[in-house]
């Protein structure tokens, strides 16, 4: 059974930086397509930024583009977020997900992580 494990989160000021990764276990990820997905308070869960399983392929929301970059690194079993230039609409509780069969990035991914927090505030 694969598990995600999110990490990286906190409080950074309007403009910072975080990178978040995503440690995968019980599985190898080379063949799971990964996501990461905000949810924003009062809001439903988004995609933010999409990886396909080769790595070739990338997905972002038009809200990240040119600010966020995902990354894998299958040897290491683990997914990244970089995310640049951080705005307080950025804040809100960050997943990563995997599934084998899914190359959009909408919400109905078959594995989740538990979260971590992200608050872009001064």
């Known amino acids: 059974q694969l598990q995600l494990v999110e990490s990286g989160g906190g409080l950074v000021q309007p403009g910072g930086s975080l990178r978040l990764s995503c440690a995968a276990s019980?599985?190898?990820?080379?063949?799971?397509?990964i996501g990461w997905f905000l949810q924003a308070p009062g809001k439903e869960r988004e995609g933010v930024s999409c990886i396909s399983s080769s790595g070739g392929s990338t997905k972002h929301a038009d809200s990240v583009k040119g600010r966020f970059t995902i990354s894998r690194d299958n040897a290491k079993n683990t997914v990244y977020l970089q995310m640049n230039s951080l705005k307080p609409e950025d804040t809100g509780i960050y997943y990563c997900?995997?599934?084998?069969?899914?190359?959009?990035?909408?919400?109905?991914?078959?594995?989740w992580g538990q979260g971590t927090q992200v608050t872009v505030s001064s």
């Open positions: 019980g599985d190898s990820l080379d063949y799971y397509a």
């Open positions: 997900a995997a599934d084998r069969f899914i190359s959009d990035c909408e919400p109905h991914y078959d594995y």
